[in-house]
């Protein structure tokens, strides 16, 4: 008999060492489950539950390594815009290529346009990319005058009245044709971030935080809904509360303006006969199907059409006439059609990937201007995609908001370019890629030195 606690010895063969061996080692050098000492049994799963546990961990300490990079959230704004300006591009040219033939002669003509006005964005974006918040400072006050100047020119002979708003402005012909509120959505959000960042040592007084800010924006709103268009209005509105709330508004301001917004809404909305219409068609989907709910109707019809993988680039049915604005306000009805659940998920993914990024500008910015400006435009993407979606979706009435990089617009596209610099110029002072560069500059160079020999 042996003792409490002793271990009995047992007889040890070369297949019993081999098992424990097995058991000790677990996996092999090699990733594969070392072999069980009885052939026939079948492997246990467990190496292969480890060799999963073990995969995801690598990819979580990859992904958070790269989101640790000081220059990550740089990196998401070029990536996720980019893909979405380029899909912009190609959609345009499948959208309206039917429209422009029979309108133009020219099924190029509007891709061409939107090809072109890329380019030139580019170029801007790269340029506001590279200033500072001193120089964005410098040139706001300015920029805010230039906006306001085009919307007065919307009250003048200028102005252009385009499906029953009269917010453009012409310059002789329709390539000069420019649409100045989208420009003053992007000079409104940088003056506004320079005003609240200069005062940001007094904004706990509320005379010090709504003035100038909110009688100028409140100017600049009027402007733009008496020309008519209330979807830009609720655009710009939305972008306003966004970046009071970002620098710390009370609640109770907010709730204020937020009151007042839908009382004036409402009112703009009984005063338009054009307004009542949609909201009416809204209200009751099947009626008027030929003509106040076509659009929306067709809509529905064609992202239903698309399936989980669409039709195939370019072979959009509803584009052949029947899908007014089919490469401007209901491009992504297209996009779904003709790229169907899959492509459409893939959009609206990009659009979440550029608001992720813009919201980690935000909260790691310690420059309050960069805090703002990230805020409002992050905002203004987002908040006008999901507008843009849900009128698609007949979600909301129609409103006439594009999708941002996606629909076809010149001034549209080079405001969200510009803007999109103005996002990357706040990416680069985090603090920590700010560190990097002043890190790289304190970086001596290295020297270089040569051996001459002489000739003889």
Not at 63 to 89: D, E, N
Not at 224 to 246: E, K, Q, S, Y
Not at 283 to 288: E, G, I, R, S
Not at 373 to 383: D, E, L, N, Q, V
């Given at each position: 008999?042996?003792?409490?606690?002793?271990?009995?010895?047992?007889?040890?063969?070369?297949?019993?060492?081999?098992?424990?061996?097995?058991?000790?080692?677990?996996?092999?050098?090699?990733?594969?489950?070392?072999?069980?000492?009885?052939?026939?049994?079948?492997?246990?799963?467990?190496?292969?539950?480890?060799?999963?546990?073990?995969?995801?961990?690598?990819?979580?300490?990859?992904?958070?390594?790269?989101?640790?990079?000081?220059?990550?959230?740089?990196?998401?704004?070029?990536?996720?815009?980019?893909?979405?300006?380029?899909?912009?591009?190609?959609?345009?040219?499948?959208?309206?290529?039917?429209?422009?033939?029979?309108?133009?002669?020219?099924?190029?003509?509007?891709?061409?346009?939107?090809?072109?006005?890329?380019?030139?964005?580019?170029?801007?974006?790269?340029?506001?990319a590279?200033?500072?918040?001193?120089?964005?400072?410098?040139?706001?006050?300015?920029?805010?005058?230039?906006?306001?100047g085009?919307?007065?020119?919307t009250?003048?002979?200028?102005?252009?009245?385009?499906?029953?708003?009269?917010?453009?402005?012409?310059?002789?012909?329709?390539?000069?044709?420019?649409?100045?509120?989208?420009?003053?959505?992007?000079?409104?959000?940088?003056?506004?971030?320079?005003?609240?960042?200069?005062?940001?040592?007094?904004?706990?007084?509320?005379?010090?935080?709504?003035?100038?800010?909110?009688?100028?924006?409140?100017?600049?709103?009027?402007?733009?809904?008496?020309?008519?268009?209330?979807?830009?209005?609720?655009?710009?509105?939305?972008?306003?509360?966004?970046?009071?709330?970002?620098?710390?508004?009370?609640?109770?301001?907010?709730?204020?303006?937020?009151?007042?917004a839908?009382?004036?809404?409402?009112?703009?909305?009984?005063?338009?006969?054009?307004r009542?219409?949609?909201?009416?068609?809204?209200?009751?989907?099947?009626?008027?199907?030929?003509?106040?709910?076509?659009?929306?109707?067709?809509g529905?019809?064609?992202?239903?059409?698309?399936?989980?993988?669409g039709?195939?680039?370019?072979?959009?049915?509803?584009?052949?006439?029947?899908?007014?604005?089919?490469?401007?306000?209901?491009?992504?009805?297209?996009?779904?059609?003709?790229l169907?659940l899959?492509?459409?998920?893939?959009?609206?993914?990009?659009?979440?990937?550029?608001?992720?990024?813009?919201?980690?500008?935000?909260?790691?910015?310690?420059?309050?201007?960069?805090?703002?400006?990230?805020?409002?435009?992050?905002?203004?993407?987002?908040?006008?995609?999901?507008?843009?979606?849900?009128?698609?979706?007949?979600?909301?009435?129609?409103?006439?908001?594009?999708?941002?990089?996606?629909?076809?617009?010149?001034?549209?596209?080079?405001?969200?370019?510009?803007?999109?610099?103005?996002?990357?110029?706040?990416?680069?002072?985090?603090?920590?890629?700010?560190?990097?560069?002043?890190?790289?500059?304190?970086?001596?160079?290295?020297?270089?030195?040569?051996?001459?020999?002489?000739?003889?």
């Amino acid at each position: 008999m042996s003792g409490e606690g002793e271990q009995v010895a047992q007889p040890t063969t070369p297949r019993a060492a081999a098992a424990r061996t097995n058991r000790i080692a677990g996996p092999t050098a090699t990733g594969s489950a070392a072999p069980l000492s009885h052939p026939g049994r079948p492997v246990a799963a467990g190496g292969a539950f480890a060799r999963v546990r073990q995969a995801r961990s690598s990819t979580t300490n990859l992904l958070g390594r790269w989101l640790s990079h000081p220059q990550a959230s740089l990196y998401l704004v070029i990536v996720s815009a980019g893909l979405l300006i380029t899909l912009g591009v190609v959609m345009v040219l499948s959208s309206s290529s039917v429209y422009a033939m029979s309108n133009v002669g020219d099924s190029y003509y509007f891709f061409k346009r939107q090809l072109g006005f890329a380019l030139v964005g580019l170029i801007a974006a790269f340029l506001v990319a590279r200033a500072t918040p001193e120089q964005l400072r410098r040139v706001s006050l300015f920029a805010m005058f230039a906006a306001l100047g085009l919307l007065i020119l919307t009250y003048t002979p200028l102005g252009v009245k385009v499906n029953g708003n009269t917010n453009w402005i012409e310059f002789g012909t329709s390539l000069l044709r420019i649409q100045p509120s989208e420009f003053a959505k992007v000079a409104m959000i940088v003056w506004g971030a320079a005003v609240l960042d200069t005062k940001q040592k007094v904004l706990d007084q509320p005379r010090h935080l709504l003035f100038p800010f909110l009688p100028v924006w409140l100017l600049v709103l009027a402007l733009v809904i008496f020309r008519g268009d209330m979807g830009t209005t609720v655009i710009m509105g939305g972008i306003m509360v966004a970046v009071l709330f970002a620098v710390g508004a009370p609640l109770r301001i907010l709730g204020s303006m937020a009151v007042f917004a839908v009382v004036g809404m409402a009112a703009m909305t009984l005063q338009s006969s054009n307004r009542m219409r949609r909201m009416l068609a809204f209200l009751n989907p099947t009626a008027d199907v030929e003509g106040a709910n076509m659009q929306a109707t067709v809509g529905v019809l064609a992202l239903a059409t698309g399936g989980w993988w669409g039709v195939g680039l370019g072979a959009s049915r509803q584009k052949w006439g029947s899908l007014p604005e089919a490469h401007t306000d209901f491009i992504f009805a297209v996009i779904g059609e003709e790229l169907g659940l899959i492509g459409s998920l893939l959009v609206l993914g990009l659009f979440l990937l550029l608001g992720y990024a813009g919201l980690r500008i935000a909260l790691r910015s310690d420059i309050l201007m960069c805090r703002l400006m990230a805020a409002g435009i992050t905002t203004w993407f987002m908040f006008q995609a999901l507008v843009n979606v849900a009128v698609v979706l007949r979600l909301l009435p129609v409103l006439g908001v594009p999708l941002p990089m996606l629909s076809y617009g010149g001034s549209a596209l080079l405001a969200n370019m510009i803007a999109l610099g103005v996002l990357c110029s706040c990416a680069r002072q985090e603090p920590a890629a700010r560190a990097l560069r002043e890190a790289a500059k304190a970086a001596p160079a290295p020297r270089v030195t040569a051996v001459v020999g002489s000739r003889h």
